[in-house]
């Protein structure tokens, strides 16, 4: 039995559009010619001065720009409306071919055979299979084409540090800079005036000195004088007198850039690589004293010294903290 295709009925709303477009147009209108009318008519007093006239000469002038702006927005507004006319007749002329082609269409079917019926049927939905095939395609490939560019993230075998027992180096990261520390030099050179500089604390509490420099660094160091309180036992005096030990050390570097630039150091004929050269990996440690401003560069050094195969002991500072210890600190943690 043939079926016939209800015909479809669109609301475009196309009136109310219009309406609310020629109610705004004929207000605007309607103020232009009252604020035209009302500037004709205000008398310009003998003793008003040239600023009030030149006040309502603009305002004539920004009323008839405004009378201007009218007339061109009804001008548009007629365009807008003879486009939303044709548009709705190709509307209405398309529904009708397609309700037209939708009764052909189920006149033919109904026509058919019961095996040709199922041949349609199963033809038609292939048709719109495939359609939708190329669709997905389609957009399969505009997504393809926009997919954002792969972000290379670098990672590092879970660290598992160790307190720093063997030949420890070490680094100072400030300003962009890279500078090989003389921390050992330096307390060489300590240990060699310790004995005099002892001597001094007879009658003070602590001494502070420094040495060096060496290499663009100064060691300041701390001395105290510790006294070893007596005891008795039975009717011997034991223990007494007074020591002198190291509480505090601090390297400090000379005024001015110590130290290359990161680009410099990481060339091939840079100090940093020649003092690496001296240095075999399986034997030394690679301590890094980074500052806040110098982060950036920490990262790229250890990437650096990570491939080259040195354990590593990253130790950031506070920015006005200098590289220090004491008999009381830690050892570095390596990685």
Do not use: C
């Not at 957009?139 to 030949?167: C, F, H, W």
């Not at 007879?202 to 001494?207: N, V």
């Not at 091939?268 to 890094?288: G, M």
């Amino acid at each position: 039995m043939s079926r016939r295709a209800r015909p479809e009925v669109e609301s475009v709303g196309r009136s109310s559009f219009v309406d609310i477009v020629t109610n705004f147009v004929g207000i605007l209108i309607i103020l232009v010619m009252v604020v035209g009318e009302r500037a004709r008519r205000v008398p310009i007093a003998a003793e008003k001065t040239a600023a009030e006239k030149a006040k309502v000469i603009a305002g004539e002038q920004a009323a008839q720009r405004l009378a201007v702006d009218v007339r061109r927005i009804a001008v548009d507004t007629q365009i807008v409306q003879r486009e939303i006319a044709v548009r709705s007749r190709e509307r209405a002329e398309l529904a009708s071919l397609i309700q037209l082609a939708n009764i052909d269409l189920g006149r033919r079917r109904d026509a058919l055979d019961v095996e040709s019926r199922a041949r349609y049927d199963l033809a038609r939905a292939l048709a719109l299979s495939r359609a939708q095939l190329g669709q997905l395609q389609k957009l399969r490939n505009d997504i393809s084409k926009e997919q954002p560019q792969a972000m290379v993230v670098e990672s590092y075998p879970t660290p598992i540090s160790k307190p720093v027992d063997g030949k420890e180096a070490h680094l100072e990261l400030r300003g962009g800079r890279v500078a090989w520390v003389p921390l050992d030099a330096l307390l060489a050179r300590f240990k060699s005036v310790a004995h005099d500089k002892a001597s001094q604390l007879k009658d003070e509490p602590e001494l502070t000195d420094s040495v060096g420099p060496i290499d663009g660094f100064r060691l300041r160091y701390t001395l105290e004088k510790v006294d070893v309180p007596y005891e008795m036992s039975g009717s011997r005096v034991h223990g007494g007198g007074s020591y002198v030990q190291l509480s505090r050390w601090d390297v400090l570097p000379v005024p001015g850039p110590v130290g290359e630039t990161l680009d410099v150091a990481l060339s091939a004929k840079s100090l940093f690589r020649a003092r690496l050269d001296l240095l075999s990996p399986r034997e030394w440690t690679i301590t890094i004293w980074a500052y806040p401003d110098s982060f950036e560069e920490f990262r790229k050094v250890r990437k650096e010294l990570y491939h080259l195969g040195y354990a590593i002991a990253g130790r950031p500072l506070p920015e006005g903290t200098p590289i220090g210890g004491s008999p009381k600190g830690s050892k570095s943690a390596a990685e």
